[in-house]
């Protein structure tokens, strides 16, 4: 059953969600576990979801695109209403080694 999505991606867009913690993790440097991807789920706050006949759960790769975009525009606005900057949760962590690697290979 697929949930807010208006259309179904294809077979190679899909993700367990195994799948799509690393995809968020390589594409958006988004740090999520598993249990934390089932927790919002269930709480409706998480992307949206494909449950397969034998219960599988799938995501589609541009469902995580488009909320993962949706994190950092509710961010941003965030940031633009208080002055200053806000902290995506479990984001942070990620961009900060990925910058210190960055710079160790300098």
Do not use: F, I
Not at 34 to 41: I, Q, V
Not at 63 to 73: C, E, I, M, Y
Request: net charge positive; charged share 25%.
């Amino acid at each position: 059953m697929a949930r807010n999505t208006p259309s179904t991606p294809t077979a190679d867009q899909m993700v367990d969600t195994a799948g799509a913690c690393a995809y968020l993790r390589d594409t958006w440097q988004a740090q999520y576990s598993e249990h934390t991807l089932a927790r919002k789920r269930a709480d409706g706050s998480g992307p949206p979801y494909y449950r397969l006949p034998n219960r599988q759960v799938r995501y589609g790769k541009p469902d995580l695109d488009t909320w993962a975009q949706s994190l950092l525009k509710a961010a941003r606005s965030t940031t633009q209403e208080r002055g200053k900057g806000v902290a995506l949760p479990d984001m942070a962590p990620a961009r900060e080694a990925a910058e210190a690697a960055k710079e160790g290979a300098k």
